[in-house]
């Protein structure tokens, strides 16, 4: 659907570019720490009857829903990703003009067994850090995540909330762990930017999609403050 959607779009600019979608592979450790503590909440809400009788038949682990009462949802590992399969393949395309649509949904997880045979993990792996593991691996400069907010706000929606529009790599990570991001919507995304400066990228930016064009929008993530850079936060 999004390669189609692109397709027309690019058309009716007059712009001739292949777009080219690819299931991708996620290689995960099956050691990780995520596997003893399945949090990632997927599927439907159900009763707790519901909950049990597939805990039997299928040995799924489900929790209560804070904003269901009585509901359940299953719960699964989200563990941290590790390679991309096909990265090579995905970076020479890119490389050469061709638009590519990768990790989606966070990509397929898999794992690599003693025999070095890949097998299937039952997991869910979250999208902004498999995104930000391939633009790493294919060595991007820049990492944009797009969401529905032009800049990243420290204290969201509260009455001292504030516009972040430049941070670097220390200032980003204090704010974290003070849990000035929720964890819930832009947690994530702060987190998929920290480790695509961590590991080698120059900077990561998040905006709103509709402002991609005007550069005065958009929270820009470096490592270190540049001189051009005009805010500096006071914690």
Do not use: C
């Not at 999004?2 to 080219?20: F, M, P, Q, S, W």
């Not at 809400?45 to 804070?66: H, N, S």
């Not at 969201?156 to 974290?176: Q, S």
């Not at 990561?204 to 470096?222: F, M, R, V």
């Amino acid at each position: 659907m999004i390669e189609r959607a692109l397709k027309n779009v690019l058309r009716k600019h007059g712009i001739d570019r292949n777009v080219l979608t690819l299931m991708t592979m996620v290689e995960v450790d099956p050691e990780d720490e995520a596997f003893k503590n399945p949090r990632k909440r997927i599927g439907r809400t159900v009763t707790k009857e519901e909950a049990e009788k597939l805990t039997v038949e299928k040995g799924w682990v489900f929790k209560e829903e804070k904003k269901h009462k009585g509901g359940y949802r299953r719960v699964v590992p989200s563990p941290v990703p590790k390679h991309i399969m096909n990265r090579e393949v995905i970076g020479r395309n890119a490389k050469q003009g061709t638009i590519i649509i990768a990790v989606g949904g966070g990509g397929i997880p898999v794992y690599v067994d003693e025999k070095g045979d890949i097998r299937p993990s039952d997991a869910v792996i979250d999208k902004d850090n498999a995104s930000a593991l391939l633009a790493v691996q294919i060595g991007a400069d820049e990492f944009y995540v797009l969401t529905d907010v032009p800049f990243v706000y420290a204290n969201f929606g509260e009455p001292d909330e504030k516009k972040l529009e430049f941070l670097n790599y220390k200032d980003t990570a204090r704010y974290l762990e003070a849990g000035t991001f929720g964890e819930g919507s832009m947690a994530p995304k702060i987190r998929a930017a920290m480790r695509f400066i961590k590991e080698g990228g120059e900077k990561a930016i998040i905006t709103e999609s509709k402002k991609l064009q005007d550069k005065s929008y958009g929270t820009k993530i470096t490592m270190n403050y540049k001189d051009e850079d005009m805010h500096k936060y006071d914690l």
